[in-house]
């Protein structure tokens, strides 16, 4: 194996580093150097985001070369011998996609942010802290070792509240903010007893080197009782990061904060528990037991925040449960062993979801526009709203809609096989194929377009969503706007293509840096529980459109308050803050 060289990850890390050390500068002097602030701290993340492009090219091209190479690593030496780690710094395939990702929504929301504050009192207070945000989030994808990673993860998290309270004259966002920083503490504590345990039972925290013990372990004695704890913590830390029930009611009030805060939040911050879960995966996947737990905690989140979401009428509050919805379904990813999917599914839903934060302002004048006009969206809902009878009766019927999905199945195995996926050897995409197939049949009701699919909590996802945007310009739509069968078949091949191809191309990166195990048989029921599940979303959905409306409207208002889950925590944790 070739030595990992040291120039790369150290080129990468200057900078972050310097975003991080911003913290240093007291927040008068920030506001009285606003301008410069804010212009220093745009185009150095404007360079970090040419630095991280460059960085994915050199680990893109010595990967296609050889697979085993593309990894620059940065070690403490012999002169740090007494720590419990040797290596700092380690740019590998996931890292360099994550950093990509990460410099390239910061600097969309710095340049966006530039307008937005323009003339704040506080703007060079904020731009400092967006700064440090990003930093330690970008240091936190490069640690090598669990140690650094946890230092960062508290360090994005501090930095995330200080821009929660931004507005500090707003007793709400103080609520939510404080809310969050109790949850994330919570989350921290399970790291650091979660390190201790796998420090004394491997002697060491580098990633790479507990990776290789706990291999060697497999083909010995097995996993040994304190990792398989430090396994229940990591996923427990990874639960509370990313906002999964019941660590959730904190994510959808915060509705005071600059959206821009919530652009970063939503596409990228809250993400850091999916990713700690894909960076373990080597040690996570060998306890089966604590990855059902997780899928099934997913599964709960996602169904919970897709039926919740269909109730908001706020936009902000809207996207903050399908944030919710997002995460919990990368966690049921995750939990199926499906590490490469998730990968994706994070990278889709961070673009998707930054933008749409960025862009919601405009959604009301949109709305606005189609009551004045009749066009677009209010021409449909009104056509809805008359009862059209020829939307879609062939639709209805239960056996061409299993016909549908069960094709649509087929041609996602065959695509991933084709694409060199074995689906006997990780059955879980079998699962996951499924359910990505109800979405997809959701998406071929006429009726339900794709702003509705998106926005009502089931449907495709982020990723299927944007390339069918793009097929719908492709193929056309038929008279009264609705989508002709020819033009859905279209549609659907072509999303389930640049799906797989986009699997295939992230996989391609990141293959040697994720677990590639097999599928327990507690899994396995897991998986098969989560088709019935969205099975069962669907036809919710389906009777909410299709069906007498009326019959749900008494569990409306239980829907539209979170089944009052909030409400039970503050009762039982006193330490919560109160509204």
Known sequence: MVEPIWLPVVATSVLPLFLVALALLPDRRANHWATGVSRLVTNALAVQWLVSVLAFAWVGWNRWLDPQTGVSQWSTGDAFRFLPFTSLLRLDGLAAIMLVLISTLAVV?????????????????????????????????????????????????????????????????????????????????????????????????????MFASIADAIGSAGVETPVQVAVWLLIAGAATKSAQVPFHTWLP????????????????????????????????????????????????????????????????????????????????????????????HLIAHSVFKANAFLASGELPRFDLADDKTGKSTGASHAADQAGDSSVSPVFARPLVSFAIIASQVALILTLLSVFGFDPLHKPGGIVLACVMSISLFALSMPRLSVSQSTSSGFGPTETQAGVMRWGQRLVGRSHAGLPSHRAIAARVVLMVAAYVAALTFVVCIASTDLSHAAMAPVQWAVGVVAILAFVGLAWIQRQVMWGDGQRWLALYVHVRNGFYVDAWLRRRIRLLPHE
């Open 253 to 344: 009030q915060t509705m005071e904060t600059p959206t821009p805060v919530s652009a970063l939040m939503h596409g990228g911050i809250v993400n850091a528990g999916g990713y700690l879960i894909i960076r373990t995966s080597p040690i996570v996947s060998q306890v089966p037991a604590a990855l059902a737990t997780l899928a099934m905690v997913g599964l709960v989140t996602a169904v919970f925040a897709a039926l919740v979401m269909m109730t908001q009428t706020n936009i902000k509050r809207k996207l903050a449960y399908s944030t919710i919805a997002q995460m919990g379904f990368m966690m049921l990813q995750c939990g199926l062993g499906a590490f490469g999917v998730a990968l994706l």
């Open 109 to 209: 929301i710095a340049r966006y942010s530039l307008r937005y504050l323009d003339g704040e009192a506080a703007q060079g207070r904020f731009f400092r802290w967006i700064a440090v945000a990003t930093g330690s989030v970008s240091l936190l994808v490069l640690s090598s070792n669990l140690a650094l990673f946890i230092l960062f993860w508290v360090a994005t998290s501090l930095s995330l509240h200080q821009l929660l309270v931004h507005y500090r004259h707003r007793p709400a966002a103080g609520i939510a903010a404080w809310k969050k920083f109790f949850i994330s503490r919570l989350g921290d504590l399970c790291l650091i007893i979660a390190a201790v345990l796998l420090w004394q039972n491997f002697g060491t925290l580098d990633f790479q080197a």
